[in-house]
T-cell receptor
């Protein structure tokens, strides 16, 4: 089954404790991206990757890191989480292939930072 | 700068009523793509439609229809004969071709009452 898988789905952590949210897709998509969803703000793009080893900042990259060492994986790293990073996070992938494609989203990861 | 505005925060209708969700966008690019996504109460994000800036034809898919008007920078979504299962948050999104950046609106929560 074609899918984007995120882990963990739910996480409660404390300020400053490094964490990684993994994202993996099995559709051989070139493009992957991360979003956070907050009430009243919709979805905002954190980082995106056009292909392996190619990443760039979205609209809200502060406090986050990403890497794209393999085509299928695009982990989101919070080196020192803070309470304002409490949010619902979505990973997405898309078959770019030279034309803008629809985004295939993971199920979301709800993160709480105390 | 690119922007997507969904001015309707929440709409409530009674089942079988028609409802239109508004989406107004801003971009200086001549080539861009517009999308609608649905987020039901279960939380996942579901792709509904993609439209490129050169195709102003309206589209109908069952009870769903979309009206794209470049003259008013709008991409409105109409649900005909709404059903309770249509209750969800609906997001409009914009991507200027080649930018790899998706800009989402803040979403419209639609409640369809039985």
């Amino acid at each position: 089954e074609a899918q984007v898988t995120q882990n963990p789905r739910y996480l409660i952590t404390v300020t400053g404790k490094k964490l990684t949210v993994t994202c993996s897709q099995n559709m051989n998509h070139e493009y992957m991206s991360w979003y956070r969803q907050d009430p009243g703000l919709g979805l905002r793009q954190i980082y995106y990757s056009m292909n392996v080893e190619v990443t760039d900042k979205g609209d809200v990259p502060e406090g986050y890191k990403v890497s794209r060492k393999e085509k299928r994986n695009f982990p989101l790293i919070l080196e020192s989480p803070s309470p304002n990073q409490t949010s619902l996070y979505f990973c997405a992938s898309s078959p770019r292939q030279g034309a803008t494609g629809e985004l295939f989203f993971g199920e979301g990861s709800r993160l709480t930072v105390l | 700068a690119q922007k997507v505005t969904q001015a309707q925060t929440e709409i409530s209708v009674v089942e079988k009523e028609d409802v239109t969700l508004d989406c107004v966008y801003e971009t200086r690019d001549t080539t861009y793509y517009l999308f609608w996504y649905k987020q039901p109460p279960s939380g996942e994000l579901v792709f509904l439609i993609r439209r490129n800036s050169f195709d102003e034809q309206n589209e109908i898919s069952g009870r769903y229809s979309w009206n794209f008007q470049k003259s008013t920078s709008s991409f409105n979504f109409t649900i005909t004969a709404s059903q309770v299962v249509d209750s969800a948050v609906y997001f409009c999104a914009l991507e200027a071709s080649g930018t790899y950046k998706y800009i989402f609106g803040t979403g419209t929560r639609l409640k369809v009452l039985a």
